[in-house]
């Protein structure tokens, strides 16, 4: 598994090394929030997720940025993978009593044996959610320079009708 943040990800978020929100105005390295890269990368795949809307692959940066799950997020890895089991279902419009149809699904998209739990094709969609989700972001929140203001407006981007 690779992470590979959406295009323009570092830029939206102030990225300075793997911390965002770096070039806050005022701020002194030790007073700008922990928000790091990966944290974005969350942030914009839930949005994706929640639309259950594909980015297209050429919306990624050519390199993955970290190639595992970081510490922070390792509890979350069923939750996330199940996420997204949940998302394709809507997408492919699945119904939810078809048990053959939805056991494809999830046998196309899990590998109990990898850290993600996730197969390459399911490692492959869950980067392209959050490629979605950072569209849906750059679209809906103007760029903003802290963190608390982020979290406000992801709020009510989050809150809005779908």
Known sequence: MAFILPRGTRDYFGFDNQRAFARSRGASRETV?????????????????????????????????????PEAYRGQVELIAALLVEAELRRLRID???????EGQMVQLLDLSSVTRLSV???SLLNR???SGF??????VLKVDNLEDFLVAYHALWNEEK
């Open 33 to 69: 929030p922990r928000f790091l890269m990966f944290d974005a990368y969350y942030c914009c795949l839930m949005l994706g997720l929640d639309t259950a809307t594909l980015g297209d692959e050429s919306a990624l940066e050519p390199v993955p940025f970290l190639p595992i799950y």
């Open 96 to 102: 939810i009593d078809d048990r053959d149809d939805i």
């Open 121 to 123: 094709e399911g490692d």
């Open 129 to 131: 959610y959050a490629a």
């Open 135 to 140: 569209n849906r972001l750059r679209d809906g």
